[in-house]
């Protein structure tokens, strides 16, 4: 009835089985009774990948900030949800006490279609934002469902009423939040989803 995340801030050598060994020893600690395991070693396949890091710097020129608005095209938008009349608005800061970076784009608060707010959180590597993006999950509500072959790992949940809607996608040590006026049904769903891994697709391949 124990589940544990372990999140690494930097690689290391042989992580797989370091990590293994760690969760053992921990486990062990929580609960005494079931004995200490021993993980046989673990060994990723040679040319397995590593998670993809996003260099936030690489995204604009020095001395600007990154656009968030420029992962969306206006037809991208209108596709999605409707007519936009007035422009996106970009905006974003840093953290003072942790190590993350918020960059966000919202809908101008004088449109009268709907509503949107997109932020995607930069971590300095992959094991700080699975420790951020962990660690936000305790909070998501009782209607949160795993959404599968997105990003890494991908969470959609709704308001109540079934008219807020809400995506979290975590890729390498990015993480995408997409929250939108829109009702619930799988039509929408699908329209979150397609976005989210385009905007995601667009962020990797600049940073390249």
Known sequence: DTRLTLALADSMPDAAHQTALLAAHTMNMIQPASGLSQPEPIRLPIGAPEPKSVHVRDLAPQGEF?????????????TAFGALEYPLVSGGGIGELEAYETYD???NPLEPGGWMYLSIVFGNTPG????NYKRGAVVYPA???????LGDEAWYWYSPDGT????????GNVNLVLNVLMQDGYEN?????????????RLFEQSN
């Open 143 to 149: 209607n949160a469902t795993r959404m599968d072959n």
């Open 128 to 131: 700080d934002m699975i420790f």
């Open 66 to 78: 990154f656009n968030a608005c420029s992962l969306l095209t206006e037809e991208d938008y209108e």
């Open 164 to 171: 807020n809607l809400n995506l979290s996608v975590l890729r």
């Open 105 to 107: 784009c919202v809908t």
């Open 189 to 201: 769903r699908g329209k979150l989803r397609s976005l989210a891994r385009l905007m995601l697709d």
